[in-house]
């Protein structure tokens, strides 16, 4: 048992004396749960790793993400592991994922499909865990773009390699062309409970 704010506070002045900048690079293992990748993965792929499951929209917004989500069968583990599928995969490809106990969902767990593969055991990122401590989640991810006294963000663009530049006449790389990869995480922790929430996606900017 431990006290989050007081965790989080000690592993942010750690990272803030040491003047680290957020430098967070996902690469396709850390993208991927399950056999299912952010950027890879289609509708049809997560329901053939992990089964068929109804898909919803996740709020009443124009333009909202839909999703599919799944959760433990053991109503004690209280996991829930979910999909989105917004408009930068056109709706059909895994844009966000999210592991979560069923308290700190965004939507009703009723929506999501009972899994035996789901469970507190579910490894995401790097190895992190559900329940781990701010300081565990830094150690794996570097100092955070900005946090609060219950969140860890990640907020980091980086340029693009040369290989995903637009080319030039001749098939030369254009390196003056605008071209970013966005990598984002949002961590959330809950009292005496570590960590209780995380969602993370992976996109192309240019």
């Known amino acids: 048992m431990f006290r989050t704010s007081v965790l989080l506070a000690l592993a942010y002045t750690l990272c803030a004396s040491a003047q680290d900048k957020p430098t967070l690079k996902l690469d396709k293992r850390d993208l991927t749960v399950l056999g299912v990748t952010i950027g890879v993965s289609a509708q049809s ?30 109503e004690a583990d209280n996991t829930v592991l979910a999909f989105y599928f917004g408009a930068l995969g056109a709706w059909t490809d895994v844009t966000r994922i999210s592991i979560s106990t069923s308290k700190a969902l965004r939507f009703p767990v009723a929506r999501c499909k009972p899994s035996g593969l789901i469970s507190h055991d ?85």
Request: charged share 30%; aromatic share 8%.
């Open 45 to 74: 792929d997560v329901e053939r790793k992990i089964g068929k499951a109804p898909i919803f929209r996740i709020s009443e917004h124009e333009g909202s993400d839909e999703a599919i989500c799944y959760r433990s069968t053991p």
């Open 122 to 206: 579910v490894v995401f990122l790097r190895g992190l865990r559900l329940g781990a401590t701010p300081a565990e989640v830094m150690r794996v991810l570097g100092a955070p773009s900005r946090s609060t006294e219950r969140t860890l963000s990640y907020y980091v663009s980086h340029k693009c390699p040369r290989e995903l530049l637009a080319k030039k006449a001749g098939g030369e790389p254009d390196t003056d062309a605008p071209c970013e990869i966005v990598d984002s995480v949002d961590a959330q922790f809950g009292s005496n409970v570590g960590l209780e929430y995380v969602s993370f996606y992976h996109f192309l900017d240019r």
